[in-house]
């Protein structure tokens, strides 16, 4: 397996309150991206990055930011919650554009009140 | 737009076959993949196709036509541990994955 872990893996809070996530690998991969899952939906492509500092929009980015400092770490940022952000993230990883395979992380399930 | 169907759920009995199809209108193609997903868990890749044809991986099979923008997912010898969604995704013509809502299979005994 992949080694790909996120942190945390629950989290409730507030309307307003600003949360990070945090997606750490392993295995060197130089694609790392975050999506959204919620029911009904295909997983959604929030933003992803192909290298440190090199990130770049998906189709649901508002309301998120990413920053990679480091390869291994990969930061999602919600600046202020809202409920319709309540959702499972995962984040995963691949060894380049065109190889295609993901690796995922377990996910993240956030609940915003 | 960009848009992939797959049914919603299908219900299939233990060690029986079942067929799971995706079609897909896609700005360009890359290839396409299946995931496996239980419930709580992540998504594990299953297969991957490019060129028309059949991909045959243990009790798995993918198929893909290009030009009916078709896909199908065939599981044999169904086991109860093959209760899981299944997710299409397909790579467009600037590398990004599109998904499928997923395909939620119940095996009974």
């Known amino acids: 397996d992949a080694g790909i872990t996120q942190s945390p893996r629950h989290k409730v809070t507030e309307t307003g309150t600003p949360v990070t996530l945090r997606c750490h690998q392993t295995?060197?991969?130089?694609?790392m991206y975050w999506y959204r899952q919620d029911p009904g939906h295909g997983l959604r492509l929030i933003h992803y990055?192909?290298?440190?500092?090199?990130?770049d929009k998906g189709e649901v980015s508002d309301g998120y930011s990413v920053s990679r400092s480091k390869t291994e770490d990969f930061l999602l940022t919600l600046e202020s919650a809202t409920s319709s952000q309540t959702s499972v993230y995962f984040c995963?990883?691949?060894?380049?554009?065109?190889?295609?395979?993901?690796?995922f992380g377990e996910g993240s399930r956030l609940t915003v009140l | 737009g960009q848009n992939i169907d797959q049914p919603t759920e299908m219900t299939a009995t233990e060690g029986a076959i079942v067929q799971i199809n995706c079609t897909y209108q896609?700005?360009?193609?890359?290839?396409l993949f299946w995931y496996q997903q239980h419930a709580g868990e992540a998504p594990t890749f299953l297969s991957y196709?490019?060129l028309d044809g059949l991909e045959e991986k243990g009790r798995f099979s993918s198929f893909l036509s290009r030009s009916k923008g078709y896909s199908y997912l065939l599981l044999k010898e169904l086991q109860m541990k093959d209760s899981a969604s299944y997710l299409c995704?397909?790579?467009?013509?600037?590398?990004?994955?599109?998904w499928g809502a997923g395909t939620k299979l119940i095996i009974k005994p």
């Open positions: 196709n490019v």
């Open positions: 995963a990883i691949s060894e380049g554009e065109e190889t295609g395979e993901l690796f």
């Open positions: 990055s192909y290298g440190v500092k090199d990130t």
């Open positions: 295995e060197n991969h130089r694609y």
């Open positions: 896609t700005s360009g193609f890359n290839g």
């Open positions: 995704a397909v790579r467009d013509s600037n590398y990004q994955l599109i």
